[in-house]
């Protein structure tokens, strides 16, 4: 069971380059998130997708576009990339039976925008 | 909105000392609090969870309570382990929808032998 995974672990892009991280689990949820975090921020919700078709925007969705493309993947896509987006990027998946559900999380995509 | 406050870090501790990390939180309604651990290099993974007033969350030593009435949900250990050095983060989930968590800034936590 190999839960949330993510790919790729590093990157390393010069501003304005496009790319897309990827995002799959195989624990049949229907929820998924993308969060970002940095330093003494926590994470912070970017986007999430309640159901495969669905796609919502969270607390900084700016310069992010999702892809919602069957029930186990969502894909986080960078189209023009800045600085400001160096971070380390985790996809989520929810249990869905309400709030007190767990999230799992992937192992994480470490961005650097030079 | 919805918001956590947890102390502020780095927190360095002996081994076999006790630990306390305060949380608090502001929320609409009745919300579900979770605390999730961050080892090095590895993403977050779920500690414990307390889903209504007075609830207690134990997993692996730590112990957190739901307190309603201080808007309150501190993890405790009597006796922490090298093993126990993370990132630790509140986090809590209110609303219908998207059930998304909203974090504290977290807290990382050095045991020394």
């Known amino acids: 069971n190999a839960g949330v995974t993510q790919t790729p672990k590093f990157q390393v892009l010069k501003t304005g380059q496009s790319m897309t991280l990827q995002c799959a689990q195989d624990m049949n949820h229907n929820s998924m998130y993308w969060y970002r975090q940095d330093p003494g921020m926590g994470l912070r919700l970017i986007y999430y997708s309640a159901s495969e078709g669905t796609t919502d925007k969270g607390e900084v969705p700016n310069g992010y576009n999702v892809s919602r493309l069957n029930k186990r993947e969502f894909s986080l896509r960078l189209e023009s990339a800045a600085p400001s987006q160096t971070s380390v990027y985790f996809c989520?998946?929810?249990?869905?039976?309400?709030?007190?559900?767990?999230?799992?999380f992937g192992p994480g995509t470490r961005l650097t925008v030079l | 909105g919805d918001s956590v406050t947890q102390m502020e870090g780095p927190v360095t501790l002996s081994e076999e000392a006790c630990l306390t990390i305060?949380?608090?939180?502001?929320?609409?309604?009745?919300?579900?609090l979770f605390w999730y651990v961050q080892y090095p290099g590895e993403g977050l993974q779920l500690l414990l969870k307390?889903?209504?007033?007075?609830d207690k969350g134990s997993n692996k030593g730590f112990e957190a309570t739901y307190r309603k009435e201080t808007t309150s949900f501190h993890l405790e250990k009597g006796s922490v382990q090298v093993s126990d050095s993370a990132v630790y983060f509140c986090?809590?989930?209110?609303?219908?929808?998207?059930?998304?968590?909203?974090f504290g800034k977290g807290t990382k936590l050095s045991v020394i032998p």
């Open positions: 305060n949380c608090t939180y502001t929320a609409t309604g009745y919300p579900s």
């Open positions: 986090a809590l989930s209110s609303g219908a929808g998207s059930y998304q968590l909203t």
């Open positions: 307390a889903t209504k007033a007075d």
């Open positions: 989520a998946s929810r249990e869905d039976r309400g709030r007190a559900d767990t999230q799992y």
